[in-house]
C-alpha cells in the first residue's frame, strides 16, 4: 500500500499536506510507537484520524495513550513490533482538515516569504522561516547583512497584512544594524 515517496524535508511538506507529527520507536509488541505531536489541533489526534505517512501510506489511528511523558499511538493494521519499526518517520495531515484560526494566528507556512519592512515603510527582508521558542516564537528575516531573528511579540511585529504580503516591525536596537 505505498504511495509516493518525498524527498522534501519535514518543514517543507509534500503540496497539500500540512506537518502533524513525528514517529519514534516501537513500544512494547503490540505495535504502538512513540509520537512527537507537531500539530497544535487537538483533535489531530483523535482515534479514527487518518494521516500520510512519509511513504505516501495513509495510517487510521486506532489508539492513543500517554506512557510516562510520552504519547503512544496504534494505528490500524499495525499489530507486531516488527510492523511499527517500519513506521519510522514524518506524519502529516491534509491542509483542507486544518482547524479554524483565532484573532492573530497565522499559519507557518503563510508567513514564509512576506516582505519584513520597518514601520516607516523600509523595507528590510524576507521572512524565510518561523522558529519556535521557549517563550515567543522568532521570525527568521533574510536581509542583506544575513539571517536575524526577529522576536514575534506584538511589540516588535507590529502588523502582519496577509494580503500585501507584509509584516511590519518596530525593531528593538540593533536588529537590523550592520554586522
Do not use: Q
Not at 505531536?37 to 487510521?60: K, M, N, Q, Y
Not at 499489530?79 to 482538515?97: S, V
Not at 521558542?133 to 539571517?147: F, I, P, Q, R
Request: no cysteine.
Amino acid at each position: 500500500m505505498a504511495g509516493p515517496s518525498w524527498s522534501k524535508s519535514p518543514t517543507d511538506p509534500p503540496d497539500g499536506l500540512l506537518l502533524a507529527g513525528r514517529i519514534g520507536k516501537p513500544h512494547g509488541i503490540a505495535g504502538e510507537v512513540y509520537v512527537v505531536r507537531i500539530s497544535d489541533d487537538p483533535h489531530r489526534f483523535d482515534v479514527g484520524s487518518a494521516l500520510t505517512h512519509e511513504d505516501g501510506t495513509e495510517l487510521v489511528i486506532e489508539r492513543t495513550r500517554i506512557h510516562r511523558d510520552r504519547f503512544l499511538v496504534k494505528f490500524a493494521g499495525v499489530d507486531t513490533r516488527t510492523d511499527a519499526e517500519g513506521l519510522r518517520g514524518t506524519l502529516y495531515a491534509e491542509a483542507g482538515e486544518r482547524r479554524d484560526l483565532g484573532e492573530n494566528e497565522f499559519w507557518v507556512e503563510d508567513l514564509r516569504g512576506l516582505e519584513a519592512r520597518l514601520e516607516d515603510g523600509t523595507p528590510v527582508g524576507i521572512v524565510t522561516e518561523i522558529l519556535p521558542g521557549t517563550v515567543h516564537d522568532h521570525l527568521a528575516v533574510a536581509t542583506s547583512e544575513g539571517e536575524r531573528l526577529v522576536p514575534l511579540v506584538k511589540e516588535i511585529v507590529t502588523r502582519i497584512d496577509l494580503a500585501a504580503r507584509v509584516v511590519v516591525i518596530a525593531p528593538i536596537p540593533g536588529l537590523f544594524d550592520p554586522s
